[in-house]
């Protein structure tokens, strides 16, 4: 694997993270090594928080709030205005393939930036992880910049819309090269 490649996929578990609910084994997971400085220190400065200040944010933000929930984590509700509809069916089924069940629903945006910070084991000579590779990528970029601009919008603590900010970094370097089908392979690893 390319020290970019590494990069772009420590830095895709490292979103993973930053969108994940800050309970304690969250807190206790470490940076991924291969992450650049911008990641780590992101992570740092999240855990820095008071966890219960975190945590509320997080419910606030992606769990539960009333009237109306402010940024649902879930591509099916951006792409399809409801939880759990057809997309979220195919990428279930996508991750079965590699042996993956998630607790979470399988489009909430941690869940999708995990998966290709692991699909690259696979990429390679694997034409069929390929594909998935580039499905996971469009997906992800049809849906996840919609979710940054509600995060920017609501966050009231600013660690989320720092997050978002580099969110929207990752998932564009993760899409490079997603175009054609000669470099998707060689995208991960």
Known sequence: MS????AIAADLRCLSLL??????????LPAPAESGAQAAALLAR???VD???LQGEYVRLFIDAMPTLPCPPY???HLEGSVMGRTTVELAARYRRYGLVCEEAADHIAVECEFLALLHRFVGDD???AADCR???HHLQSWADGFFDLVDRHDRLGIYRQSAAFGRSVVAAAGSGTDDP????TLLH
């Open 46 to 48: 999240m855990r820095a």
């Open 135 to 137: 499905f996971f990528v």
């Open 19 to 28: 969108f994940s609910y800050p309970d304690a084994a969250w807190a206790s």
């Open 182 to 185: 000669g470099t998707a392979g």
């Open 3 to 6: 020290p970019r490649a590494a």
């Open 75 to 77: 591509g099916s509700v």
């Open 127 to 129: 034409a069929s992880a």
């Open 51 to 53: 966890a219960v200040v």
